[in-house]
């Protein structure tokens, strides 16, 4: 009875990606020209915007298993009370 749709999910997914991308190669650029920046410091804030993107990246992740979970406990809940209609209707009708 489930129902799959297709959606536009993937190539939503590789402009994003594209854009991750360009941004990523554009600020490389502009840490690699600046010319009164430390290479320490240029290194330090290439490290801060890695941490940055793997904080979101997890946080999106962790997000997105919590609304799986509470989707399947939701389906779980409407299976189990569906069951249990149709149990009441069955001893009824008998």
Not at 1 to 22: C, H, P, R, W, Y
Not at 44 to 54: K, P, V
Not at 84 to 92: G, Q
Request: aromatic fraction near 10%; charge should be negative.
């Amino acid at each position: 009875m489930e129902q799959t749709f297709k959606s536009d999910n993937a190539l939503i997914m590789l402009v994003n990606l594209a854009g991750v991308i360009i941004a990523y190669g554009m600020l490389g650029l502009s840490l690699y020209m600046s010319p009164d920046v430390p290479l320490s410091t240029k290194g330090y804030w290439g490290i801060g915007i890695m941490m940055l993107t793997l904080s979101l990246v997890n946080f999106v992740k962790y997000r997105f298993d919590e609304h799986i979970s509470e989707d399947r406990i939701q389906r779980l809940e409407q299976a189990r009370n569906e069951k249990l209609l149709e149990e009441f209707v069955t001893d009824k009708a008998a």
